[in-house]
């Protein structure tokens, strides 16, 4: 409703302003021209923003001092703050970052955005900077219409800064053009009532351009004009600095309940120092006045003051904040809590990490990492074991044997409570996706696909073995007893090794996926149908036909559970570095090595190959991997 009515009212405004004089279409053009410009420095930016990202982001926010360091260099060379909050919304919301590094992100990107007001006052409004536009607009022009990213990411940067310098060129000759129409000096309140007043307008145009740069550009070029006093200048460059979190605010609409409290602390901290600008404004004016005489700013040069000002007040702000940034942080947290549900849903997957191809990995990576912890439920409790045991450090191998009991979980049940919903989630999530990045991330897309099908057709398959396993779980026919207690020890066996890998995943030694073969070999040896241990029972009439046929049947079951969680791990856990991924693979055994070492494990053991002798063999394997 109030879009409906907004909208409508600016246009109207705007109309008017246009029948009026010719002088306001000129600044008005100028304004909108700057506007482009910002939106097509943005999407050359984001051409950038794939690849190493993530990994920049995680080395570098860290550290309080690191993140704050990133959101002064990420905003100075993108000359968007709005840009840098959405990045990181949209990388909190995925879990790539935490929500103290997003503060410190944001803190950095209020000081990174002053750099904008020194290069328009000592640069833009001083040097025809318009002569610089039109050469960039040819070559940005001609670039964004190549097929290569990067050359096209370079393109809209330089249409972008063209279109910059273009609109700040309209924006001043309207100004100056607009002297012989009207003063709007005339309109100047001082004193306390004037800093209120121009502020909340210095909000206002903030909040309908979406871009303080451009409010900031639009106060420096009525300045240099003389269109505004010094005072009044300063009050709406505040205004400008608490109108931007309204960017943040937006975005943080479409996040999670991290995403909402970075905006929170956004609009925390531009407030809190907008507060602070004005309250202190005396001696925020007498720091100008002396940063200027030591740095040989002219008395009357207010351009320059203006953006001497708008630094020191953001610098006070970040100085006074970061102290208390833990307090904000677990007052957010406190504030905006995740809201209760009564059954699983997804934790990372939002609209906010779809702006850009690592969040929506990443978001992707940890749900479908979120789906397997819910799925591990299934997994152990249908084969009779407790999670907490899986991955405890307690010898499985006799904690089966001496457990003749079946721990009853209704599977059904928790698979539609627990996984199905959430695997639904992501496939949907997967597939809007699919149309918004790049075929590169659109194959690693496909990967966690898959992975997440594995883990739901494991959980299928250990509904079917649970329905055997319970009953001769507690035979007194030690023989079957024991072949599914094998069943039991592999699929538990599978689920700690993972979970180990799993811890790894992120140390740059690990070499996931020769792990990921010593288990595949362990699975082949444990088939009780081509190692012969089937035959020999059924021979020595140990078990009867119909015990035999369960267990061929769910020694297939046990087989495929194993290996599509094996292939899952593969997937989510060692896969960590691109840079690694064709190592491990140019190392990992092809099929014709693992069948050579099963023949000689074969060789060896002959006539007495035992399921109870594969892990043995597992630390051979692991062995040949590490050498």
Same mark, same amino acid.
């Given at each position: ?36 410009? /910002? ?9 950038? $923003? ?10 570098? $926010?860290? #550290? ?13 060379? /993108? ?18 970052? $935490? ?71 309209? /924006?001043?000759?309207?100004? +100056? ?7 709007? %000096?005339?309109?100047?309140?001082? &004193? ?27 106060? *420096? ?25 309204? $960017? ?13 409290? *970075? ?25 100008? !006045? ?37 307090? @904000? ?37 940890? !749900? ?88 739901? !057709? ?90 035999? %046929?369960?267990? @061929? ?9 194993? /290996?599509?969680?094996?292939?899952? &791990? ?20 092809? +099929? ?32 040949? &991997? #590490?050498?």
């Amino acid at each position: 409703m109030i879009r409906r009515i907004f909208l409508p009212t600016i246009l109207l405004v705007l109309a008017y302003g246009f029948w009026v004089s010719p002088d306001f279409k000129e600044i008005s053009a100028g304004v909108a021209i700057f506007l482009f410009g /910002m939106l097509a420095l943005e999407e050359g930016f984001k051409a950038f $923003t794939g690849g190493t990202l993530e990994s920049i982001l995680r080395k570098s $926010t860290n #550290r309080y001092w690191k993140s704050l360091s990133f959101g002064i260099a990420s905003t100075t060379l /993108m000359q968007s703050s709005s840009l840098v909050s959405v990045i990181t919304i949209s990388f909190l919301s995925a879990g790539l970052i $935490t929500l103290v590094a997003g503060i410190g992100i944001i803190f950095g990107a209020n000081i990174g955005t002053t750099t904008g007001a020194w290069l328009i006052a000592g640069l833009g409004l001083k040097v025809k900077i318009s002569a610089y536009a039109m050469p960039m607009l040819v070559f940005g022009v001609i670039l964004v219409f190549q097929k290569s990213k990067s050359i096209k990411g370079i393109g809209y940067i330089l249409a972008g800064l063209g279109f910059l310098f273009l609109g700040i060129h309209h /924006m001043k000759e309207g100004f +100056e053009a607009f002297k012989s129409t009207i003063d709007l %000096t005339q309109f100047a309140v001082s &004193g306390y009532p004037g800093l209120f007043l121009f502020a909340g307008i210095g909000i206002f145009a903030t909040v309908v351009m979406q871009s303080s740069h451009a409010t900031l550009v639009l106060i *420096l070029t009525a300045l240099a004009a003389g269109q505004i006093t010094y005072e009044n200048a300063l009050a709406l460059a505040i205004g400008a600095n608490v109108g931007t979190c309204i $960017t943040a605010v937006l975005g943080s609409l479409s996040a999670n309940v991290e995403g909402k409290r *970075l905006a929170g602390a956004h609009l925390i901290f531009n407030v809190s120092t907008g507060v602070i600008a004005i309250v202190f404004i005396n001696q925020f004016l007498w720091g100008v !006045e002396s940063i200027s005489g030591l740095v040989g700013i002219g008395a009357t040069d207010y351009t320059m003051k203006l953006a001497v000002f708008h630094t020191l007040f953001n610098l006070a702000g970040v100085m006074l904040m970061s102290p208390l940034i833990g307090h @904000m942080a677990r007052f957010l947290e406190k504030t905006l809590r995740t809201k209760e549900t009564t059954g699983v849903e997804p934790k990372y997957l939002n609209d906010a990490v779809l702006e850009f191809p690592d969040a929506t990995m990443e978001a992707v990576r940890k !749900e479908t990492l979120h789906l397997y912890d819910n799925a591990l439920e299934v997994l152990a409790h249908g084969v009779s074991l407790h999670r907490h045991e899986v991955f405890s450090d307690v010898d499985l191998e006799p904690m089966v044997v001496q457990r003749r009991r079946a721990i009853p979980i209704e599977i059904d049940a928790v698979y539609e409570r627990n996984v199905k919903v959430l695997y639904g989630a992501i496939v949907a999530f997967i597939s809007e996706a699919q149309t918004r990045i790049t075929a590169e991330h659109s194959e690693d897309l496909y990967a966690l696909r898959t992975a997440g099908r594995h883990i739901v !057709e494991a959980v299928k398959d250990i509904k079917h073995l649970n329905k055997n396993l319970s009953v001769y779980v507690v035979s007194e026919n030690e023989h079957i007893r024991g072949e599914y207690n094998q069943f039991r020890l592999q699929v538990g066996t599978i689920l700690r090794e993972l979970g180990g890998l799993r811890e790894d995943a992120l140390d740059p030694e690990n070499m996931g996926l020769l792990n990921l073969d010593s288990m595949i070999a362990m699975v082949e040896e444990g088939d009780v149908v081509s190692n012969g241990s089937l035959d020999r029972l059924i021979r020595r009439g140990l078990i009867t036909p119909e015990m035999a %046929t369960s267990v @061929m049947n769910d020694s297939a079951y046990t087989y495929d559970v194993s /290996m599509k969680l094996i292939e899952m &791990g593969g997937i989510l856990f060692a896969t960590r570095a691109m840079e690694l991924r064709e190592v491990e693979r140019a190392v990992i055994l092809n +099929e014709q090595e693992l069948e050579e070492i099963m023949e000689e494990i074969a060789a060896e053991e002959a006539a007495e190959a035992s399921p109870r002798h594969w892990r043995k063999h597992a630390s051979f394997l692991r062995s040949v &991997g #590490r050498h």
